[in-house]
């Protein structure tokens, strides 16, 4: 049988995972190659790790966002909401924020790569942020403290 809650919990989950990983692992990998000034070597993996990282986010956030309202629909639980508004952050973040670096980044023309990576790294940040609300907000209806698990 499908379960809403836990559907709206585990894709969020995974949206949080993957924004984690980018921050603790990629952007420090990312960092620690501009320090070392391989602009080179940022523009090489940029150039791949962007697109997959895209190709796997797009789908991750709709159907994470499907997931909270189709929750809410059937709970009427407040948290899916803040889950499926901080979910669309991330888009929104990215797309308002970040845009300029991840051209930048995948421009060849780009002269101050290493500059440009550390920006990104930096304000990459709060996705993550919005995407452990994200979590945190779909798995709380599942907690024992929670009145509307029941």
Partial sequence: MVNAR???AA??????GAMLW???VDCKTFTSLAKANKADTIKDVFGIWWPAGKAF????LAISVA????AFAERKTKNYLLSAISLVSIGL?????LKEDIARLRSSSNTDTCATVMSFCKLHHPRTGFALIAAFSSLYPLSPWSSSGK
């Fill in 22 to 24: 980018v921050s603790l």
């Fill in 11 to 16: 894709t969020s989950c995974v949206v949080a």
């Fill in 93 to 97: 973040y990215t797309g308002a924020v």
């Fill in 6 to 8: 836990f559907d709206a």
């Fill in 57 to 60: 986010m797009v789908p991750a």
């Fill in 67 to 70: 997931s909270q309202l189709w």
